[in-house]
């Protein structure tokens, strides 16, 4: 884009020396045709020179200025399709690596483990009184003494 510029910068410049150029021509016929009479016919080559030398450097600041404005635009679309691919690409994996995760959570979710324990211990304890109340039973039934400390 800096070389686009630059190249605008000097055909800018080629065409303003052409303008310059086509002034002091219209200039000197001016000169001349004041001397003599060939001077009005060497004044309108000079001013239709003029003309097409403008019209010249129009269309090249247009061409150049078109060129440099679509190569940033291509350039610019290039860095933004390769953004969005890497964004892409970031995306999938990171949706990879949650659903991992997510998975993972549900298989191994410690608080739901935990819960199950102490529900099984507490079940367990039910089940442990349940039997010493019938080996009391039981027990008494036979005559036979509970045993002490459990």
Do not use: F
Request: glycine content about 6%; some cysteine; proline content about 1%.
């Amino acid at each position: 884009v800096s070389d686009s510029v630059a190249d605008i910068y000097r055909r800018l410049a080629e065409s303003g020396e052409r303008v310059d150029r086509g002034v002091r021509e219209a200039t000197s016929a001016l000169v001349a045709a004041e001397r003599n009479e060939r001077g009005h016919e060497a004044l309108e080559a000079a001013l239709l020179r003029l003309e097409g030398d403008v019209r010249e450097a129009e269309v090249r600041a247009r061409e150049t200025v078109d060129r440099a404005i679509r190569e940033s635009l291509e350039s610019t679309n290039q860095r933004m399709q390769a953004d969005i691919a890497e964004m892409k690409d970031r995306a999938a994996s990171t949706s990879e690596d949650l659903q991992r995760a997510t998975e993972l959570m549900k298989r191994h979710d410690l608080d739901t483990i935990w819960e199950s324990i102490a529900q099984l211990a507490a079940r367990l304890a039910e089940l442990q009184c349940d039997m010493d109340g019938i080996r009391q039973v039981s027990g008494m039934s036979r005559g036979v003494e509970p045993e002490q400390g459990r």
